[in-house]
């Protein structure tokens, strides 16, 4: 990443620091989580509705759990988790629209067919749909959720590949007898890397939101899993102990918010015009 | 025998719901060996198209380009047959011909493996042997396209492509992107590489005045026909069409850096909708009643007035011709 210590960091804005300490803090605690965590997640061993103390900082919930070892222990489920679903969606819908964008004639028709059948549905609405089919638990939220995410990709991937593949590099290339797959490999994919790269990060907050949505609606993660958004869902019942439901609003509000912040920091460092591209 | 041959070709855009530009309606044209064609015309009067009609990125609609003696085909989805390996093309932008995202050698190791279809590695010795030969140090290699200047991108897009020891390059505008200073270099460049490599050159440019000194034969375009070919000397001291009288009356004397006539009376017309007959008569301040009903030929004409007899069809390249009434019914032969 030797691009991201020469652009980022000398010109980055304080945001982009705090942000990227964040997602650092984040990823430490969800490495280290057994050591880091008071207690056991799932223990009912405290008295419930104890509010923020010396002995439970974020209070217990209403069997008497640890909300710090919860909140905690969270972050192993929905970081991974948000993870997997960008990287899913990012794969498939990438070759998928890579796909179309290079072959284009029938196929791309009705791939491009397909993505706007699946933009055409309000996205979370659909994703319920196939995680109640599925049934409730978190696999199945991921996978209904990758069914919502790829297009997003494939769309864009397909856009790269067919602007990038009338480049006058590209054509050049063609013209020294190069096939179009090895323009495609060579000068065509690695210039998606980047654009790519931009809107995954920019899709990790995102997918920690949905994946805390669907398990705030009781169709992701399933009791007694710490999860942030069932544990805001549940904390919603019970609105006068508020820090059942602040803190991993907080979690998912930190975590979100950082992705995005480094998002838009990737998206300066890759933006055509203010990149290497005219330097 | 002429290494690039492109005869009665016709370009049309078809677009739905629009009229379809003619954007090239009936070229003939010819490059030889060690020759430079210089091919002048008004913005959107075709020259890009012609250019890439001729080395096979867009399909002409009509007519035939031919390349050391055959057919042309249109680069499909396929990999170009190596027969067509050495018809290469310079375009006009050097910053948007060279992947910013490669270093220049390999870059121009796709040209130095072109003809044997072979991988070369960037570090190969034939990739210094041809930045050299455009005047570029050997260093340059392990560098990235935004470490040089606009001239000198062109001259690595000129390497990639000489790397592939072509017979014939069609270079598209190569030097209106750049300063005066690097359009006078790589204008010598190519008048050296000409010599050096016995390169068939056509020169495309909307700048008569740089095309004048590099050129060995000039064709002056207008709204996607030639109105006139010849020894580009000839064609400076004795214009014979009234569009390229009007262009070299443009030029600020001497030598200046020309633009294109601001004199002439009246817009470039659609080439949806080109003019009946004599394309060029709703602005020629020659024009007679036959200019808008019939379409003149091209047609080679014999030195200042003699009158020889009825024009001819053979293919032009170098010899003398114009596409004007007035010329043909006093000087054809
Ligand atoms: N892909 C296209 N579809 C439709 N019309 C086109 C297309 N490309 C070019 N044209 C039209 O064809 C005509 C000739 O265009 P062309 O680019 O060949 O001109 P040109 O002489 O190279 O102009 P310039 O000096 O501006 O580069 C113009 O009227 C242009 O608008
Ligand atoms: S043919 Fe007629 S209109 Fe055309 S250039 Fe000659 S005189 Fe002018
Ligand atoms: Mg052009």
């Avoid at chain 1, 010109?11 to 803090?25: D, N």
């Avoid at chain 2, 392990?142 to 690595?156: A, I, M, T, V, W």
């Amino acid at each position: 990443m030797n691009i991201l210590s020469r652009r980022v960091l000398p010109r980055s804005k304080p945001l982009t620091v705090i942000a990227v300490t964040v997602i650092a803090i984040w990823l430490l605690v969800a490495l280290l989580a057994p050591v880091l965590a008071p207690g056991d997640p799932l223990s009912q061993d405290g008295t419930p509705f104890t509010a923020p103390s010396g002995a439970h900082w974020f209070g217990t919930d209403e069997l008497g759990r640890d909300v710090l070892s919860r909140v905690i222990y969270g972050a192993r489920l929905s970081l991974p988790l948000a993870l997997l679903l960008v990287v899913l969606s990012a794969l498939i819908g990438g070759t998928l629209g890579a796909l179309a964008g290079f072959l284009r004639g029938p196929v791309d028709g009705v791939l491009m067919r397909i993505c706007d059948l699946l933009f055409a549905f309000p996205g979370i609405v659909l994703a319920m749909v196939v995680a109640a089919t599925l049934g409730p638990g978190i696999t199945n939220a991921v996978l209904a959720l990758v069914l919502i995410s790829w297009p997003w990709y494939a769309r864009i991937v397909r856009g790269l590949v067919v602007s990038l593949g009338e480049a006058e590099y590209v054509t050049a290339r063609r013209l020294l007898g190069a096939s179009t797959w090895r323009a495609l490999l060579d000068d065509v994919l690695p210039n998606i890397v980047g654009p790519i790269l931009v809107l995954a990060t920019l899709d990790l907050g995102g997918a920690v939101l949905l994946l805390s949505g669907l398990s705030f609606l009781g169709l992701g993660a399933q009791a007694p899993v710490a999860e942030w958004g069932s544990m805001v869902s549940h904390g919603t019942e019970y609105f006068q102990h508020w820090w059942l439901g602040l803190f991993p609003g907080l979690a998912i509000f930190t975590v979100v918010l950082a992705f995005n912040f480094v998002g838009d920091a990737l998206r300066d460092v890759f933006d055509p015009h203010t990149g290497r591209a005219h330097g | 025998m002429s290494v690039l041959s492109i005869a009665d070709l016709h370009v049309d855009y078809r677009r739905r719901g629009r009229p379809t530009v003619q954007a090239v309606a009936g070229v003939s044209l010819s490059v030889e060996k060690g020759q430079i064609l210089g091919l002048v015309g008004e913005s959107g009067c075709g020259k890009s198209t012609l250019a890439r009609a001729a080395v096979g990125l867009v399909a002409p609609s009509a007519g035939t380009v031919e390349f050391d003696g055959s057919p042309t085909t249109r680069l499909s989805r396929g990999t170009r047959p190596a027969h067509l390996l050495g018809l290469q093309m310079v375009f006009q932008n050097p910053y948007a011909s060279l992947n910013p995202r490669r270093r220049v050698g390999a870059q121009i190791a796709d040209g130095v493996g072109a003809r044997s279809r072979t991988k070369v590695r960037a570090d190969d010795p034939r990739v210094a042997a041809v930045l050299e030969l455009v005047g570029l140090p050997t260093s340059a290699a392990g560098r990235y396209p935004h470490e040089f200047s606009g001239g000198q991108r062109q001259r690595l897009a000129i390497a990639r492509v000489l790397a592939a020891e072509p017979s014939a390059v069609v270079l598209d505008e190569p030097l209106s992107s750049l300063d005066a200073s690097a359009q006078a270099q790589i204008a010598s460049l190519l008048v050296e590489l000409k010599d050096k490599l016995s390169l068939a050159i056509l020169l495309i440019s909307h700048d008569l005045s740089v095309v004048r000194q590099v050129a060995d034969v000039l064709a002056v375009m207008y709204l996607g026909r030639v109105v006139e070919v010849g020894p580009t000397e000839q064609i400076w001291s004795d214009p014979r069409h009234p569009y390229t009288q009007a262009l070299i009356g443009a030029v600020p004397q001497p030598d200046g850096l020309g633009t294109l006539p601001t004199a002439l009376p009246g817009e470039v017309p659609d080439p949806a909708r080109p003019p009946s007959g004599c394309r060029f008569h709703p602005r020629c301040p020659e024009a007679i009643a036959r200019c808008s009903v019939e379409q003149p030929d091209l047609t080679v004409l014999v030195p200042s007035g003699r009158k020889l007899g009825t024009s001819i069809d053979t293919p032009i390249g170098t010899a003398r011709s114009a596409a004007c009434w007035l010329r043909i019914d006093t000087e054809a032969r």
